[in-house]
């Protein structure tokens, strides 16, 4: 609509209004409708003044009058579109177009608008809506609460504190109740399914509640992965890969042996001796529900318990992977088993003490590489028992402190030895997740060497995955949150040349 067309219209509506005031006879009537006609008087005198003002500007620039307002209108709608997009009132920008409002008439009725859509309820347990700043302050407050009734030992923050003696049912209603949805009238059941229900899409909830209950869960099980017992991990090599695919790793034999160069003679090319192992990680994991009922029984096990026996099974997983590649002997690249009279390091079967740990360790010293000549000298660093010889081991270790015979001579390298003791060595492994059963020895031991000396095993995660991951979603299967706890992991002797067993007596 044009400025000639806008003030047109306006003359014929000051037209009417005027007719309507002769044609009334009621004073009240004739009086309001008197002020409705000298607003549109008014608002005809601003078109005017814009058509004036259009029609100059058009004589300094050269642009028509026709131009100047059809550039003028095509302002004024894009800048209430705009506004009204950024607003989230369409509807109200598209009738004020329609209309031929101005801009600033626009912002003053959007104005109008946004206030009241804002202004909090007259309902007491209602709040008024805040930042999002807020929000997140809030909801930090609640997860510290309620992570606090999972595990006491966790210090409250002082704005934890104000939700302390909240229950699930309570913390349900504050997180919707701090997003300004009301609760009063709504059952047990209807509070805590609106607080663990998503929006369409899934993007945003209606509360804050399900990323408070996934917080907790993820800070709890992550406590129960770290605090559970791995003895491995001295052992071995800690690695990554990028995919699932087969993993391929090189053994690298040691350098060609130097030969002797006479005068003016020519310098003989030497290759290096390669060995491979392959493997390749898998992905294990565990999904768990936490649902309307869980909420109205304010079932603490949900958050606490039960998530810090899934991050412990993690862990014992992981330990079980390792533990299965020494158990079960594996075949190695080469075609051999680990453990194997060719590999030079299942020795004579013997009962764990000083003379059978010194024909072990010297059979390791004596292990050769690659090309089959150069001896390599490895020293192991760790003495690894079964549970049942822990303390016989660190007998016979601290005996060596203090030699009191002949046969009992007390070397530093001895000394040095760490003990690793292992449940898995005397238990055995049935985990059908890392394969089939193995059973364990009482009597069986093994040295080890250090992994920064020679390979021994590895164990791999997905890059950026390292230990367990967890994911949320809004349950499709049941009503509330599933909470998925993902391992993607993988183990593999790399070298038998690091590591010895002797079958023990």
């Not at 500007?57 to 709608?77: D, I, L, N």
């Not at 599933?482 to 040349?497: F, S």
Request: hydrophobic share 40%; proline share 3%; no cysteine.
């Amino acid at each position: 609509m044009t400025l000639r067309e806008k003030l047109a219209l306006l003359e014929k509506r000051a037209a009417d209004k005027l007719a309507e005031i002769k044609d009334d006879t009621a004073a009240d009537a004739a009086r309001a409708i008197e002020t409705d006609h000298e607003a549109i008087l008014a608002e005809i005198a601003e078109v005017r003044s814009q058509i004036a003002a259009a029609e100059a500007e058009g004589h300094r620039t050269g642009e028509g009058a026709a131009e100047k307002a059809v550039r003028a209108e095509r302002t004024r709608v894009s800048e209430i579109r705009k506004l009204a997009k950024e607003a989230g009132e369409i509807e109200l920008g598209d009738e004020h177009i329609d209309e031929g409002r101005s801009v600033p008439q626009f912002r003053s009725a959007l104005l109008e608008k946004l206030m009241k859509r804002e202004a909090p309820s007259t309902d007491n347990r209602s709040p008024a809506r805040v930042g999002e700043e807020h929000h997140e302050k809030r909801a930090a407050a609640m997860r510290d609460a309620l992570h606090h009734r999972a595990d006491p030992r966790v210090e409250l923050s002082p704005a934890a504190r104000e939700y302390r003696g909240f229950s699930l049912m309570d913390m349900a209603r504050e997180a919707l109740e701090v997003r300004g949805v009301k609760t009063r009238g709504m059952s047990r059941d209807e509070i805590a399914g609106h607080a663990l229900a998503q929006r369409s899409g899934g993007m945003h909830s209606t509360s804050d509640f399900p990323i408070i209950l996934g917080n907790v869960v993820n800070t709890t099980l992550r406590a129960g992965y770290e605090a559970a017992g791995q003895t491995f991990r001295p052992l071995v090599r800690e690695g990554s890969v990028s995919d699932f695919k087969l993993v391929n790793r090189a053994q690298l034999g040691e350098g060609p042996a130097f030969d002797k160069v006479n005068e003016a003679g020519e310098y003989k090319r030497g290759t290096v001796a390669e060995g491979k192992e392959s493997y390749k990680i898998a992905t294990f994991g565990k999904v768990i529900a936490i649902t309307r009922q869980v909420i109205i029984n304010d079932d603490m096990n949900a958050f606490g318990r039960i998530p810090q026996l899934m991050g412990g099974a993690a862990a014992q997983l992981e330990s079980d992977l390792v533990w299965y590649q020494i158990l079960s002997n594996p075949v190695m690249g080469d075609g051999t088993a680990l453990f194997h009279a060719n590999h030079k390091n299942l020795p004579t079967a013997a009962a764990f003490g000083v003379d059978a740990l010194g024909v072990a360790r010297a059979t390791m010293a004596k292990q050769v590489g690659l090309d089959g000549k150069t001896v390599l000298n490895i020293r192991p660093q760790f003495l690894v028992v079964p549970v049942g010889l822990e303390t016989k081991a660190e007998q016979e270790l601290k005996s060596l402190f203090y030699a009191d015979s002949s046969n009992k001579v007390a070397t530093a390298s001895m000394r040095a030895l760490e003990i690793i003791s292992e449940a898995r060595l005397d238990n055995g492994i049935d985990n059908k997740a890392v394969g089939a059963a193995v059973s364990g020895s009482a009597t069986a031991w093994y040295l080890a060497a250090s992994p920064a000396q020679v390979d021994t095993v590895e164990i791999s995660y997905l890059e950026g995955q390292r230990g367990v991951y967890i994911e949320t979603r809004q349950g499709f299967d049941v009503d509330g949150l599933e909470i998925k706890a993902r391992l993607d992991v993988g183990a593999k002797t790399l070298d038998h040349r690091g590591l010895l067993k002797n079958a023990g007596a």
